[in-house]
C-alpha cells in the first residue's frame, strides 16, 4: 500500500475520532427553534434543487461531449459537492447553520484541516501530472481538489461571518 494512502487514513480516522468525541459533549446542549428548522429546511430545499438542475446540465453536458474533458465520475461528485456544499453555506449566511448559542471556531478550523490536507494532495496529483489522464479530469485524482474548493468555500463563508458578526456586535 502506498504511504500516502496509509497516512491518509490515519489522518481520517483521528478526525473522525475528535469529531466523535466532540459530538458527544454536544448534542447534549443541541437545540433548533422553530425558525431556525424552517430556514434550515429551506436550505435542503435549496440544495437539492440546485443538485438536480446541475444533474440536469451534466447529463446535457455529456450528451454534447463534455466527456472529452471530464470523465463521468468526476463531474458527478463535483455537481454532488456543489449541491451539498450549498446547504451550509445557506445557513451560515442565515445564521442557522449553529443551534442556539453556540460558536462556529470549531468548525472553522476542522475546515481548515480539511482543506489542507485535500489541498496538499490535490497539488501533489498536480505535480504529478495525474489529474489529467487522456485529456480528462478524472475523478481518481481530482476529487481531493473538489473536496477542498468545497471546504474552502465553506471555510471563506464561516470567517467572514463570524468577522461580520464580530463587528456587529462591537457596534
Request: a positive charge.
Amino acid at each position: 500500500m502506498e504511504m500516502s494512502v496509509v497516512m491518509g487514513a490515519i489522518i481520517l480516522i483521528c478526525i473522525f475520532t475528535i469529531i466523535f468525541i466532540k459530538q458527544k459533549k454536544f448534542d447534549a446542549g443541541k437545540h433548533y427553534d422553530e425558525m431556525q428548522l424552517k430556514i434550515r429546511g429551506d436550505g435542503y430545499r435549496l440544495s437539492y434543487f440546485v443538485t438536480v438542475m446541475c444533474m440536469v446540465a451534466l447529463s446535457f453536458g455529456y450528451e454534447m461531449g463534455l466527456e472529452r474533458f471530464v470523465s463521468p465520475a468526476f463531474g458527478i461528485f463535483a455537481t454532488l459537492m456543489l449541491g451539498i456544499v450549498i446547504f451550509p453555506i445557506y445557513c451560515i449566511v442565515k445564521e442557522v447553520f449553529f443551534p442556539l448559542g453556540q460558536k462556529g471556531r470549531y468548525y472553522i478550523v476542522l475546515c481548515a484541516i480539511v482543506v489542507v490536507i485535500n489541498g496538499g494532495v490535490g497539488v501533489m496529483h498536480i505535480m504529478d501530472g495525474t489529474v489529467i489522464q487522456n485529456g480528462k479530469l478524472v475523478f481518481e485524482y481530482g476529487s481531493n481538489l473538489v473536496c477542498a474548493a468545497a471546504f474552502a468555500a465553506l471555510l471563506i463563508t464561516l470567517a467572514c461571518k463570524t468577522v461580520y458578526n464580530k463587528r456587529r456586535d462591537d457596534r
